[in-house]
């Protein structure tokens, strides 16, 4: 079935450093691809999506590149801030379906 | 802002105990879904529903049931709550094409 794996946390950064959150997935057809981002005592917000491959999704700073080859949309952001700090979940969407996947969730604290 | 609410934010609960949780939208959207969030286990789908009087269940559906009577309100009770459905509840709703999904506050709940 569909599933999602995304790189396990916690992940610390200084201020200013460059992100990378790891995304990978397992989808049969052409799923769409989506991050979220939780703050603490907060729902899920959408962050980025991409729905084909080779679509870059972005915003904030934020960036993912649907990979079908490598079946992959890792998070990236060059220069991550304090206000950044969050939980970050990748999630598909099955285009069969109004279903959808996540992730287990990468926490990511950004210490000035 | 999707215009989703959920009733209460906060409950503390006795074991065996019936629970209704309420999420209540504003867009008429066809689908909406609840999960809950459990560290180490991300976000697990409870039960969704694609319309008025017809819903699923998902992936941790035992102890829970739902109903939707109207559009914009989707009900989840757990009929006699356990210590194990202490969790953050949270309520979504479907967009069609490409299916993003946005998400209420949440509702945390204890089951003592």
């Known amino acids: 079935g569909d599933s999602v794996t995304q790189m396990e946390g916690p992940v610390t950064l200084s201020e200013e450093a460059f992100l990378t959150i790891n995304c990978t997935y397992t989808a049969t057809g052409y799923p769409s691809l989506f991050w979220y981002v939780q703050y603490p005592g907060e729902g899920l917000q959408l962050l980025l999506k991409a729905t084909k491959a080779d679509d870059k999704g972005s915003n904030k700073g934020f960036e993912a590149t649907y990979r079908k080859e490598t079946t992959s949309f890792h998070l990236e952001k060059g220069s991550v801030q304090v206000s950044d700090s969050a939980v970050y979940f990748c999630?598909?969407?099955?285009?069969?379906?109004?279903?959808?996947?996540f992730g287990t969730g990468t926490s990511l604290t950004v210490i000035p | 802002d999707a215009g989703i609410t959920q009733s209460p934010r906060h409950k503390v609960t006795e074991t065996g105990t019936p629970v209704t949780l309420r999420c209540h939208q504003t867009?008429?959207?066809?689908?909406m879904y609840w999960y809950r969030q459990d560290p180490g286990h991300g976000l697990r789908l409870i039960h969704y529903?694609?319309?008025?009087?017809?819903?699923d269940k998902g992936e941790v559906s035992d102890g829970y049931s739902v109903s939707r009577s109207k559009t914009e309100d989707f009900l989840l009770t757990l009929e006699s709550a356990t210590s194990s459905q202490t969790s953050v509840y949270f309520c979504a709703i479907g967009k069609d094409r490409p299916y993003e999904q946005y998400f209420g506050p949440g509702t945390r709940l204890t089951v003592t």
């Open positions: 867009e008429n959207h066809r689908y």
């Open positions: 999630a598909l969407s099955s285009n069969t379906g109004n279903q959808f996947y």
């Open positions: 529903s694609y319309g008025v009087k017809d819903t």
